[in-house]
């Protein structure tokens, strides 16, 4: 067999093997500000396991009692929930992708397989320790600001927990945390329980690698401009684009998180201004389009799950100013909202809502119907 037949054949099974064995959990998050004051936080959810049900959103009253989960079982740290707050779930579990409480702050959770590392758990510790789901719903029930959150976190201790019910995956995790003031951080845990705080690049955040690994990488895309290119004169001959958009030629057009970060990157740096932060809202979903990702693209034909139509389960985008959770799913492609001002959080019982019972995108007909009348004789 020739070299360079080898090494084809070799990188194709090793494609093959990575795409079979690694879950799809792709999910990129942005953020846009508008002139109203507006701080708008977007992502997509992508799971291209089976249905890990991200459509199904838990309404969690003020006053709820926690307990942490351990390796022991709910032995970990227990509180009360001080604040109210909706969350998206995952395979009937009390915590999901993402999240936002009554007060505006907003709690997502992004895939960091390879290099979040949580602390080994102590059993002293054990009033402290939490899982990484625990650590979610700490943090929407307890604060209304970053800064709250980022001064408590000493107080936590946040250990490893197999849940087979997850989908039998792994949960290694990084957040994205922002308030109604545009305050934002991540938050990464690696090396056995360091906590890492970093400023968002952007708003911007993906998967794998550690998020410094991201902003180092950014320096490859310097040249990227929404200024289309120039014409230029090589003797006799003008050269001139072809198109707009030239300027971002070398955009990295794959679903890698490394792609994903440069691209998204660029389309909230490239954003237009936007007047309120309901504009936001729209403009985001139209930003996250370009992330959505078929189910084919990712997964061999032999290994495409039987019961999800696409790897990109679920986008959603808060409004942080207005405090409304807007959604939409891959079974239902309608954006739909749950407005936190209008539900009393102190009477208000726990409850999933599920608008997606039918599984079945709304197509709305307009076809123009005119009355056929009968022909005079």
Known sequence: MKLNSFLKNSIITIMVISLITTPSYACTGITLLSKDGGVVVARTVEWALNDAQHNQLLIVPRNKEFKAQTPEGTNGKNWKGKYGFVTLTAYGQPYGPDGMNEEGLYVGVYYLPGFAQY?????????????????????????????????????????????????????????????QSGNSKIIEIVNKGEVKIYEPYLGVITNSPTYDWHLINQRNYLNLSNTPNQQKVFGNYELNPLGGGSGLIGLPGDFTPPSRFVRAAAFTASCRPL???????????????????????????????????????ITSSSDLKEKIYYFHTMWNRQIRKIDLKLIDFSTIKEQIINDDAKKENEIKDVTPIQSKKKAKK
């Open 275 to 313: 007047s309120t932060s309901t504009e936001a809202v729209i403009e985001s979903f139209r930003i996250l389009d370009n992330f959505n990702i078929p189910l084919g693209a990712q997964m061999p034909n032999e290994n495409i799950p039987g019961d999800i139509v696409s790897a990109t389960q």
């Open 119 to 179: 602390a080994e758990y102590d059993k002293s510790n054990a009033s402290k320790s939490m899982s990484v789901g625990d650590l979610m719903q700490w943090m929407l029930s307890s604060f209304k600001t970053v800064d709250e959150a980022i001064a408590n976190l000493n107080n936590v201790i946040v250990v490893n927990v197999e849940n087979k019910e997850f989908g039998g995956a792994a949960l290694p995790f990084h957040f994205k945390i922002v308030d």
